[in-house]
């Protein structure tokens, strides 16, 4: 399936899970679990938003390209001096 502006936007608010992720660590650390373990955990996160990240934005980037994002016009750099 194609991107489009919705799928980008649901991506992108799926990067928010990490904050869940990682407050259900916090909430866990209180049954005293042992360091390999939270690092575990932790570099289960870090692969987890790095994918998330990276198929967000490979649907950008696809979406620039098809136009469907514009980037805005660029400024004359004579208006910084008026």
Known sequence: MGAD????EEQLLQL???EDDIGTLI???E????TDTIANVLIGIQSLFSLRFSR?????EELVRNGEIKSPPAKADTEDFE
């Open 56 to 60: 967000m934005f490979c649907t950008f």
């Open 27 to 29: 909430d866990s650390l």
């Open 31 to 34: 049954n005293e679990l042992d």
């Open 5 to 8: 502006r919705f799928k980008f």
């Open 16 to 18: 928010s899970v990490v």
